[in-house]
Every structure is written in structure tokens, then in C-alpha cells.
């Protein structure tokens, strides 16, 4: 079973409950993303004034920065109901024509992770989404018959992860695509002060500074954040946390001063003090660390590329000096091992393979 991360992007079930009471409910309250907001709010109002629902819309980017929410904010926008599924629960195309053939006139229609749809039902969508029409097909063999069944218009509001997935037939038909950046720490602040309002918890400016530099540019690890420290307050009868009680309460949940937790620090650490610094493939450093591949390339591996603490090369992992500094080891000259050129001169995926025979 793989470890919930405090701060990973993913929600755990009873994690979604919280966070909806924590959604803003319109595009006024929706804080950053000003690119993404504006376009969208433009978007929305055409379509109420001609009368019509809105074009199909698609948001990308990581998890928890607000493609749910925006879903939510556009049925509210206009006045519409939402209807809410997801990509891997559609594997037949007959999963997507018993969702589409419910759909009421204006209904907003999100798919979450909708580039994990099988192919069947990817090529239903593109008729659903282009003509308000799909085909229902009847029997089997040279008796089956296709039946055409009317749609009402409706909104396709699609989220990924992973917007390369997705095919360009599909990626075309939506009217409008957005894409998520990470929040900067100001932005974020602003996020943790009207969550903090919403709870009924005192905090003031520097332990909004404090909670906002650790939560990896993503409002929903803010707002995780946010409730940890909460409850560490509370159990210490703390009334208004500042930057020092934020401070304390995070270390206990091993979450530092840049974000990282244990699962960074530990792949960190490993390819310093294991490998010296790298190169080294994904599959022995996940070993080294006690998990799974999988989980240390789409958990940990992201932020720590981004906040350049690691790279990724043709040969492997290797540790970037900042990663040595930030562990408090000195950084050696020529801690890689080879020249720079070495480093991109051989497929990792040949790396792999001699990580797993050897």
C-alpha cells in the first residue's frame, strides 16, 4: 500500500469533504490563475449572453491547483447542474452513452483524468462533443445496426494531468484550454487567509509567510497543511499561531522549510550517501529508499526536478549541489563521476536493465 504523503497532490476520501467546504464558489473568490480566470470568465459571459451553453473546456496541469474547482465554479456560473466522472471509470464506449444519454439541456458534464478514457469511448466523445449525437450500436456481427441518438447541448469540462495523452482529435474539439501553473508563496497566502477564515483559526502574516513556503505551490497541500497546524494549536492550547508555532507544528510532520518530506529527503539522501551523487536508475534508487518505482517518480521525483534539487538524465537520477547543500553535505568536485557529455551519451532505459540484472 502506498504511503499518503501530507504533501502529495492526491486526496484521501474523508480529505475531499474538508476541501469542498474549503472551495471557492465562484470565479471572485477563485485566487490565482488570473490568465486562466480572466480568459474563463470571458468565455462563460459570451455564452449567457447568446443564450447558449459554453464551449467544451479542457484544464491541465498538476494535481491540486483547481481544475475540480473550476468545474464546479463554471455549472455555477451557469446556472447549471454538474454531473461528475472520471476517465478510468469509463473503460466502454457503452459507459460513456449511458452518461451522455442522462445529460439534461445546459448540464456540465466533468471528467477528471480524462486522458485515461479507453479508446472506444474516446472516438464516441468526439461525435457527443462536435454534433450533440452519438451512435448506438445494436446487435453483433453482419445483424448489428447503429441507432443515432440526439444529445442535448451540454459542456464538457475535461482535466489532466497529463495533457501530452491526450489525442489531438479530442485536444481540438474543446473551445477553450487553460493550463495551471503553480502558485507563487504570495498567492498562496491569500489562499491559507481565507481558508483560515473559513475554519475560524487566527494566524497572522508571518505564519501564513511560514505555512505557504512549504506547501510546493499548490493550494490543496496549503490547506492540508493548514488543518495539520490547526490541530497542532489546538492540542497546545495555542490561540494565534505565528511563525514559530507553523514552524514547529511542520517539523513534527516532517515537512521543511522547502516543502520537502520524508519520501524527498529520503530519495535525496540515498543517492548522496548511497551513489555518490548519481547517476543511478529509477528502479535501484527506489530500492534503496523501501518503495515502489512508481511512487518515487510520481510523487517525489516531480518537485524535486522542479525545485532543481534532482536530475534526470539519459543514464539516471543524480543529485544536484543544491540537494547536497540542502542536506547539509559539502558538494565535492566532480561528485557526478563523468564528464557532462558522458551523462547524456548512454539510454537510460540500458541503465534500467543493468540496475535489474545486477
Do not use: C
Not at 246 to 256: G, I, W
Not at 297 to 309: D, K, S, W, Y
Amino acid at each position: 500500500m502506498v504511503e499518503q504523503s501530507l504533501v502529495s497532490g492526491g486526496e484521501e476520501p474523508e480529505e475531499r469533504v474538508i476541501e469542498a467546504a474549503l472551495r471557492p464558489k465562484n470565479l471572485h473568490d477563485f485566487v490565482g490563475q488570473h490568465r486562466v480566470r480572466k480568459q474563463l470568465a470571458l468565455v462563460l459571459e459570451a455564452s449567457k449572453m447568446r443564450g447558449r451553453s459554453a464551449d467544451h473546456v479542457l484544464m491541465s496541469g498538476p494535481p491540486g491547483l483547481g481544475k475540480t474547482t473550476l468545474a464546479m465554479i463554471i455549472a455555477a456560473e451557469m446556472n447549471a447542474p454538474l454531473r461528475i466522472s472520471s476517465g478510468p471509470a469509463i473503460q466502454h464506449a457503452g459507459d460513456l452513452a449511458a452518461i451522455l444519454s442522462s445529460l439534461s439541456e445546459g448540464e456540465v458534464l466533468f471528467l477528471d483524468e480524462i486522458h485515461r478514457m479507453s479508446r472506444p469511448a474516446e472516438e464516441m466523445l468526439y461525435m457527443a462533443m462536435e454534433d450533440f449525437r452519438v451512435d448506438i450500436v445494436v446487435g453483433k456481427g453482419a445483424g448489428a445496426t447503429a441507432i443515432p441518438l440526439e444529445l442535448p447541448p451540454f459542456t464538457l469540462v475535461g482535466a489532466t494531468t497529463r495533457a501530452g495523452l491526450l489525442p489531438g482529435p479530442l485536444r481540438d474539439r474543446f473551445g477553450f484550454t487553460g493550463h495551471l501553473e503553480f502558485y507563487s508563496v504570495a498567492e498562496l497566502e491569500l489562499v491559507l487567509r481565507r481558508s483560515a477564515g473559513l475554519l475560524d483559526l487566527k494566524v497572522n502574516s508571518a505564519g501564513f509567510t511560514e505555512i505557504a513556503g512549504r506547501s510546493r505551490g499548490t493550494p490543496r497541500i496549503a490547506n492540508r497543511l493548514l488543518r495539520r497546524v490547526r490541530d497542532w494549536a489546538l492540542v497546545h492550547g495555542i490561540e494565534q499561531i505565528d511563525a514559530r508555532s507553523a514552524s514547529a507544528a511542520l517539523d513534527m510532520y516532517e515537512v521543511d522549510e522547502r516543502g520537502l518530506d520524508r519520501l524527498d529527503r529520503s530519495v535525496l539522501a540515498a543517492l548522496i550517501t548511497k551513489f555518490n551523487g548519481g547517476p543511478v536508475g529509477l528502479s535501484t534508487l527506489a530500492i534503496a529508499v523501501g518503495e515502489e518505482p512508481e511512487t518515487v517518480e510520481t510523487v517525489a521525483e516531480p518537485f524535486l526536478v522542479r525545485e532543481g534539487l534532482l536530475g534526470r538524465t539519459p543514464r539516471g537520477r543524480i543529485a544536484m549541489a543544491s540537494a547536497w547543500t540542502h542536506l547539509g553535505y559539502a558538494v565535492p568536485a566532480g561528485v557526478f563521476g563523468q564528464e557532462t557529455l558522458a551523462l547524456f551519451g548512454e539510454d537510460e532505459n540500458h541503465a534500467e536493465s543493468i540496475d535489474t540484472v545486477g
